[in-house]
């Protein structure tokens, strides 16, 4: 007698589902890719094989990080079932790249797709506020970039109000999470004047987000400023290409974006020299006029006083020129009868005393 | 809002609006040193604000945790 259940195709099927829901709801695989195909821009089809065996794939284009290629080493992760008519494949949920060269290749081909698009242009990118009155901060709380960002973000300067998505940085449910804050920051009623998103070093595994298309292009959409700052690496990640601000480290971003606080009062301290010594020009100014004006004065009053002396001096020469002595030393002499001087020669009568007054004396006389 | 909103950025534009002033000729020698007191108060407030005001993180209470 035959023990085993006997089963219709669709009852197999059915039952074979439920066994594997029930033990593998979800498996994660890496593989090589092969026979990879994209259907009417939403579906995709690909194996994922090793040197002896080889498991179907099938999924929507959205799972897609970035374009793939044959050859290419995947982690995915997804649901198994027995299709009733399409036979095996797993449903794919979430596929990453795995390995350095996958990286590398898949990197390079999604840049060259992107910069062809004009993401990366430099017109594209937009000033930041400077300094910001709010930042949208999008990071991992628990990360060391988080601590120092904001340790150098607060010795520099203060008054800022910062947002703070916390948000997974690196594996499988980062790059939901980081467009979704992306998104939420640039819905919001009164959005923040510039978005900051941060994180550390790490293998370029840990850094595929951040050079995933959907990160990459939601960077792309925000209406508010960007500046993203991932921690050393080689290889500058396609967000910080496409971010209208870059920065090398998440310090680096504190620097960026606000001005050192300790300069600023320096200047301050600069101006208020300038002020004292602007005002000491006008003071000197006013000084230096009020000498002009009495310097002015003075010329005047002493211009009129040589005027007066030259007047003077000239009455004196003419007063000199009509001194009776001087016509009497010309050998001029004045004649007096009787006390009066005489004018005419008929005024006398002979005999009459006479009294004659030259230069140096008087001489009696008396008329023939 | 923030410490160092509108007051401090009234207050600045109000210091270079006067040293502006200072800077031309045409202002009068009484003007001037009142001009120059103003300006040493708002150095002082405008220190004041940036030595006291603080940053403030708020988290955002939102589970980014979905799928799009």
Redesign the interface.
């Known amino acids: 007698m035959n023990l085993l259940p006997q089963l219709s195709p669709s009852e197999f099927v059915t039952l074979l589902n439920a066994t594997l829901e029930f033990a593998y709801p979800r498996v994660t695989i890496t593989g090589e890719l092969s026979n990879f195909k994209v259907s009417k821009n939403r579906w995709i089809y690909f194996d994922l094989k090793d040197e002896e065996a080889s498991v179907h794939f099938f999924g929507t284009a959205y799972t897609l990080p970035t374009p793939l290629e044959d050859g290419m080493l995947l982690r995915v992760s997804g649901t198994p079932r027995l299709h009733p008519k399409y036979g095996f494949s797993v449903g794919i949920q979430n596929i990453e790249l795995s390995g350095q060269g996958t990286i590398k290749k898949a990197f390079s081909l999604l840049k060259a797709k992107l910069q062809a698009e004009g993401l990366f242009d430099e017109g594209r990118k937009r000033f930041l506020p400077y300094p910001p009155e709010s930042i949208g901060l999008i990071t991992s709380s628990e990360s060391a970039a988080y601590g120092d960002f904001v340790k150098v973000l607060d010795a520099r300067y203060g008054g800022i109000k910062i947002e703070l998505a916390d948000v997974q940085v690196q594996g499988e449910p980062a790059t939901t999470q980081i467009v979704k804050a992306i998104e939420r920051f640039n819905a919001a009623g009164s959005p923040p004047e510039v978005l900051v998103i941060i994180r550390g070093g790490g293998s370029a595994d840990d850094l595929q987000t951040f050079s995933s298309e959907i990160v990459t292009r939601a960077i792309v959409a925000s209406r508010i400023p960007t500046l993203v700052a991932i921690g050393h690496e080689v290889d500058v990640s396609l967000s910080e290409l496409a971010a209208d601000q870059r920065a090398s480290t998440p310090s680096n971003a504190a620097e960026l974006l606000v001005p050192d606080k300790a300069v600023i009062v320096s200047q301050l301290r600069d101006v208020k020299t300038e002020m004292s010594r602007l005002v000491s020009v006008i003071l000197q100014s006013e000084r230096d006029g009020l000498r002009e004006k009495f310097e002015e004065l003075s010329l005047l009053v002493s211009d009129q006083i040589q005027a007066k002396r030259e007047w003077l001096g000239q009455a004196s020469k003419l007063l000199e020129l009509v001194n009776p002595q001087q016509v009497l030393k010309r050998g001029y002499a004045v004649v007096r009868q009787s006390g009066k001087v005489l004018r005419s020669s008929h005024s006398v009568k002979a005999g009459q005393a006479l009294d004659i007054t030259l230069s140096d004396g008087h001489i009696g006389a008396r008329v023939q | 809002?923030?410490?160092?909103?509108k007051t401090?950025a009234e207050l600045k534009a109000e210091?270079d609006e006067?040293?502006e002033l200072?800077?031309s000729?045409d202002?009068d020698?009484d003007e001037?040193?009142e001009?120059?007191q103003r300006?040493?108060e708002l150095?002082k407030l405008?220190?004041a604000?940036?030595?006291?005001?603080?940053?403030?993180?708020?988290?955002?209470k939102?589970n980014?945790?979905?799928?799009?």
Request: proline share 0%.
């Open positions: 809002m923030t410490k160092m909103d401090y210091l006067l040293l200072l800077q000729e202002i020698v001037a040193v001009r120059y300006g040493t150095v405008l220190e604000k940036l030595k006291q005001a603080k940053n403030k993180v708020t988290k955002l939102v980014f945790d979905q799928k799009l």
